[in-house]
C-alpha cells in the first residue's frame, strides 16, 4: 500500500517562502511520477508541478519560474519550493503518485491513484 504523508505548510506573508515535503513509502517497483496539486476554496483542484523518475518535470504556468520540485530518491521525498508567494498561492496542497507501470508525467489529476491528506499553504498579503 503506497503511503504519502506531506509537511511544511504554513502561513507566510507574500513575497516569502516554503518548502513542502511528501514521504513517500509502499512502492513495490520502480518509482512513478510524482506531482503536486492544490485546491483553493470553492475552486477546482489543479497540478502544480511533477516529476518523473528520469527527473523531467512539469510545472503549471501560474508556477513556473517560481516553484520548483524536487526527490531525494534515497529517502523517497518529494519537495516542492516554492518561492515569490502570492495570495492567490493560498490553497490545501496535496502530494500524489501515479499507479505502477503508468508512464504519465503531467498535471492530470484523474492519472494519479495515490494522495496524500494534504497541507494547508496561506499566504496573506
Known amino acids: 500500500q503506497v503511503q504519502l504523508v506531506e509537511s511544511g505548510g504554513g502561513s507566510v506573508q507574500a513575497g516569502g517562502s516554503l518548502e513542502l515535503s511528501c514521504r513517500a513509502s509502499?512502492?513495490?517497483?520502480?518509482?512513478?511520477?510524482m506531482g503536486w496539486f492544490r485546491q483553493a476554496p470553492e475552486k477546482a483542484r489543479e497540478g502544480v508541478a511533477a516529476?518523473?523518475?528520469?527527473?523531467?518535470?512539469f510545472y503549471a504556468r501560474s508556477v513556473r519560474g517560481r516553484f520548483t520540485i524536487s526527490q531525494d530518491n534515497a529517502k523517497n521525498i518529494l519537495y516542492l519550493r516554492m518561492n515569490s508567494l502570492k495570495p492567490e498561492d493560498t490553497a490545501m496542497y496535496y502530494c500524489a503518485a501515479v499507479g505502477d507501470g503508468n508512464s504519465y508525467c503531467g498535471g492530470d489529476q484523474q492519472q494519479y491513484n495515490n494522495w496524500g491528506q494534504g497541507t494547508q499553504v496561506t499566504v496573506s498579503a
Open positions: 516529476v518523473a523518475s528520469d527527473g523531467t518535470t
Open positions: 509502499g512502492y513495490i517497483y520502480s518509482r512513478p511520477c
